[in-house]
Structure formats: structure tokens, C-alpha cells
């Protein structure tokens, strides 16, 4: 090293003042450094909305093509469950963010207490949704798999759990009603992908609840903590639009 | 330090419990009113409203759960971005397919 160079970084360890062990050393302070996260952490977000807007687009583009069909296959979903499902993700959501206003005010009893609480609604909803896919597997609308069956929709009085919430539905002809397949296929992508965010945000979530015991994130650093909130309410927000889309908008046609 | 006058953009703001219970209730109101306007037969209404139902709760998650509303002025950059860039893409695909062969399958 030359003296010059050893010169610079005695001035530079003078100027260091003592920081947090969570703060690295590249950053100036730990705001600097909790404001770099969370920008990197948007621009993952970003790549999830193309991700996601990818689908969004098929689903928009499929859904005019067959329309009588995506109306029909919709027709299959249940609102209750629907419902109940966005309920528990809104509140895990709120749970989430409770999270990180326990870990901000250095509260690790109510962090510990919030973190489970959005864990059990993760899985509840996970649950529901394992109810929902099993009553398609059951009534053979999963696409490509199991004999397809279009009996439903060639015939609406068969299916009288549907027929008597959706009076109005007609016989479809049967090559409108094999395009019911491209709705199911669609709807199984997407809650599919949203499950399996879903599933990581919940693996993530068992880790924080072993670190926070640990009082990791309680003494200041709750960037940890805040990044993952913003990825728990981005998949929440995927939701709140896949039950509008898939659920809501097409009980009449 | 150096230059303490600019960087001070935001400290790092605590939104409180009360802002997150009150964000929390719309949310679950618009979960109610989007269910309720959806047993009503609007016609071609019912996606718009449905829609514009999901981005009114959209935008609350993102202001209040995601900080965004307290967040530096890149992140909200970043944010206004993000939803500018996923309209270009979604219209410039659907202008794609609309003047091709939209209505002729």
C-alpha cells in the first residue's frame, strides 16, 4: 500500500463512526443503506408485474375470444370462497403490516405475535384454496389431465349446484364448450403462480419467526423485515385482481 | 458527516397501527361493495367497476402497507414507472391484436 492510499484511509477510519453490525460497510449510514434495499426490492416487484401482466394479458385477450366459454367456466367458482379467501389475505396483509410497525418500535412480543398471525392466515388461505382446486379435480374441469369433462357446459342442468345460482346459463355448443378448458388452464396459471408466491412468502415467514426470536429485528434493523412486508402486499395486491378478474366480472353475461 | 442539508429527504417514517386499521377497514369495505355490485347486472359496466373497485384498494395497499406515500422520491419514481411502463405494454398489445383480426375468430 502506498503512503498516500494509507493516508486516505486513516482520514476515512477517522471519519467511520461506529455502526450497527447489520449496517455493511459500503453504506454511509443505515438509512442509505435501508433506502438502497428497498429500491432493489421495487425493481423485483417490477419484474413480478410483468410476470403477472403476462397472464393478465392472456386472460384479457382469451376472454374476448371465447367469452360465452370464460363466462360459463367462471360460473364454476365460488363467490363464498372467493370472498373468504380475499378476506383472509386482506387480513394478513394488515397483519403484516403490524409486523413491521412492532419491529420498527422495537417490539419483539407483538412482532413474534404478528408474524404468526400472518402465517396462519397464509395458510388458511393456502387451505382454501386447496378446497377450491379439489372440487375442479373432482368435477373433472382440471385442463389436460383426468378427462376433461364438458358436461357442465353442453349441458348446465347436470351440474345442478351451478344450474340453480346461474339459471340463465345456455347449452353451449361443443366446441364453445371445450374452450372452457382454456379458462380452467387459465385460472389454474394463475391462482397456481399466486399459490406458489404464496408458499415461498410462507417459507420466509417461518424463517423471520426463528430470526425475530432471536431478537434480530428488533434492535433497529427492519429493513429485513419491511422488504419482505412490500412482497406480502404485492402478492395480496395480485390477488385483490385475480378475484375481480376470475371471480367477479362475469355473473352476467 | 457531509452535506447533512440534502440527504435528510425523510427520516424513516413509522406509519402508526391507527392508519393501518383504518386502510384495513376500506379494504374490506371494497371487498364488500365489489361482491355487492357484482350480483347487480350492470352490462359492460360490471368489469370497469369491478376493475376500478381492485385499483382503489390497489393504490390504498401500495400508499399505506408499502410506505409508498412516505417512501423517497425515487421509490415513488420507481412505483409511478412500474405502472406507466405495464399500461404501454398492456395497450400496445392489445392495439396489436385489435387491428388484426379482432371479431374474426
Known amino acids: 500500500m502506498s503512503d498516500s492510499t494509507a493516508i486516505a484511509n486513516g482520514a476515512l477510519a477517522e471519519e467511520h463512526h461506529e455502526h450497527p453490525s447489520y449496517q455493511r460497510h459500503h453504506f454511509e449510514t443505515v438509512d442509505q443503506q435501508f433506502d438502497a434495499t428497498n429500491f432493489a426490492m421495487w425493481l423485483f416487484l417490477l419484474t413480478e408485474v410483468m410476470f403477472f401482466g403476462g397472464l393478465f394479458m392472456a386472460y384479457l385477450i382469451m376472454r374476448n375470444w371465447y367469452y360465452p366459454a370464460f363466462v360459463e367456466g367462471s360460473h364454476q367458482l365460488s363467490i363464498f370462497w372467493g370472498t373468504a379467501n380475499t378476506a383472509v389475505l386482506i387480513a394478513s396483509s394488515f397483519t403484516m403490516a403490524m409486523a413491521v410497525w412492532s419491529a420498527e418500535v422495537r417490539r419483539k412480543g407483538s412482532l413474534l405475535l404478528f408474524l404468526s398471525l400472518t402465517l396462519v392466515f397464509g395458510f388458511v388461505f393456502l387451505g382454501i384454496k386447496g378446497i377450491e382446486w379439489h372440487e375442479k379435480w373432482e368435477k373433472h374441469h382440471v385442463p389436460g389431465l383426468h378427462q376433461y369433462s364438458i358436461a357442465a357446459f353442453i349441458n348446465p342442468a347436470s351440474d345442478p349446484e351451478v344450474h340453480k345460482q346461474y339459471p340463465d346459463d345456455k347449452p353451449l355448443p361443443a366446441d364453445m364448450a371445450q374452450k372452457t378448458e382454456e379458462y380452467f388452464f387459465l385460472y389454474f396459471a394463475m391462482t397456481g403462480m399466486h399459490a406458489l408466491h404464496m408458499v415461498v412468502g410462507v417459507s420466509i415467514l417461518i424463517f423471520m419467526i426463528f430470526r425475530a426470536k432471536a431478537g434480530d429485528y428488533t434492535s433497529g434493523h427492519v429493513t429485513f423485515v419491511e422488504n419482505f412486508g412490500l412482497y406480502w402486499h404485492f402478492v395480496d395486491i395480485i390477488w385483490i385482481y385475480l378475484f375481480a378478474l376470475l371471480y367477479l366480472i362475469s355473473r352476467h353475461s | ?105
Open chain 2, 1 to 105: 458527516m457531509s452535506e447533512p442539508t440534502k440527504h435528510d429527504e425523510h427520516e424513516h417514517h413509522i406509519v402508526s397501527p391507527a392508519t393501518y386499521v383504518v386502510i384495513f377497514l376500506a379494504l374490506l369495505l371494497g371487498t364488500a361493495a365489489t361482491v355487492a355490485v357484482s350480483y347487480i347486472d350492470l352490462g359492460v359496466w360490471n368489469p370497469v367497476l369491478a376493475l376500478a373497485i381492485a385499483s382503489t384498494k390497489m393504490i390504498l395497499v401500495v400508499l399505506f402497507f408499502m410506505h409508498v406515500k412516505y417512501s423517497t422520491k425515487l421509490t415513488k419514481l420507481t412505483v409511478a414507472s412500474g405502472a406507466f411502463l405495464f399500461l404501454v405494454l398492456i395497450s400496445m398489445t392489445l392495439t396489436d391484436y385489435m387491428s388484426r383480426a379482432w371479431g374474426r375468430w
